[in-house]
């Protein structure tokens, strides 16, 4: 019992700093920077718009591998590609699925 509560104060914990520090993350000058940058490269489009041949703006830009999952790409030009908010969606979950990521 003793060992199980450990556990589970330090996934809570784990969860909790990582939730912060992704946070803390995403309103960086630097990720601000990085963003731009990708929007520019791909013409402010979503990719996956694009594959369907659909034109249509990018409003997210998104971590190929999730920053929870890598945290050392998570300023990797490469990492990132430019999506619409419906593609990033979809994105998001098949991520959640795929890692097992929670929120």
């Not at 060992?3 to 700093?17: F, G, I, L």
């Not at 990719?47 to 050392?72: F, N, Y």
């Amino acid at each position: 019992m003793q060992v199980e509560q450990e556990r589970e104060r330090h996934r809570h914990y784990d969860e909790n700093k990582r939730n912060k520090q992704v946070a803390a993350f995403y309103k960086s000058v630097a990720w601000r920077r990085l963003r731009e940058q990708r929007l520019m490269i791909d013409y402010g489009l979503c990719k996956d718009c694009l594959k369907a041949q659909k034109i249509t703006p990018a409003t997210e830009v998104d971590h190929i591998i999730p920053i929870r999952v890598r945290w050392d790409l998570r300023l990797r030009l490469d990492n990132t590609r430019s999506l619409c908010h419906r593609h990033h969606m979809q994105k998001t979950v098949e991520d959640k699925r795929r890692y097992a990521l929670m929120n």
